[in-house]
């Protein structure tokens, strides 16, 4: 059972590429300024879910072998322009909680919109590579793996909510929410952009 795992770097892989900003790490950011800290609790748990699935298939090298498929990578990158474009537009829109103009994304919509999600297919196939522990069970060792990942990503998760949540308070100014729904259009945009310059 004994085998080596690169506990430490592994933890600031994680960290980092968790806490960095992100399609879900803003959409995180726009629910939890739409509507609350608690409201948006069943959203962060779907994108837990639907990440953890893509860390378990990365770990058994499924996930590798996917992005290795030309025709797989270029519908994935129609349906994460679509999805990117559409939900930065939904965030520009979003005001103030329990506005009608904001819309509500629950557990299952965030749990599916994580396998049309490039960075966290690039987070998991990458993270597989370099840090997936090697016990003598392999199951053992995908599962410590994903377990891993999810338990530093749902804090930094959960911080995005918050954060989004402060900022009801902070930005009580239509026109500076407007300002920061605006950049936050724009980031989607970049990264769709960049989704197809890098991803080759």
């Known amino acids: 059972m004994m085998g080596h795992f690169n506990f430490v770097g ?3 892989f994680a960290f980092i590429t968790a806490i960095t900003p ?6 995180l950011l726009a629910q939890g300024k739409a509507f609350g800290f608690r409201s948006s609790l069943g959203m962060t748990a779907g994108v837990i879910s639907g990440f953890f699935i893509i860390l378990l298939i990365s770990g058994y090298g499924i996930g590798a072998l ?14 994460a322009s679509i999805w990117l474009v559409s939900l930065g537009w939904a965030i520009r ?14 557990f299952i919509p965030a749990f599916f919109l994580q396998f049309v999600n ?9 993270s597989a590579a370099v840090f997936l522990p090697h016990f ?13 990942f999810i338990a530093i990503g749902i ?8 954060l989004g949540d402060k900022i ?20 989607m945009i970049i990264t769709v952009i960049s989704i197809w310059m890098k991803w080759e």
């Open 66 to 79: 996917l992005i290795s498929i030309p025709i797989f990578v270029l519908i994935l990158k129609i349906l």
């Open 22 to 27: 992100g399609p879900n790490n803003y959409m």
């Open 10 to 12: 592994y933890f600031f």
């Open 93 to 106: 829109n979003l005001t103030v909680h329990g506005s009608s103009s904001s819309k509500y994304i629950g």
């Open 168 to 187: 009801t308070v902070l930005l009580k100014s239509k026109e500076i929410q407007k300002i920061v729904g605006n950049i936050l259009f724009l980031l």
């Open 118 to 126: 490039p960075k966290a297919w690039i987070m998991g196939v990458n």
């Open 155 to 162: 804090p930094c998760a959960l911080s995005w909510v918050l």
């Open 136 to 148: 003598s069970n392999m199951h053992l060792s995908v599962f410590l793996y994903a377990c891993f």
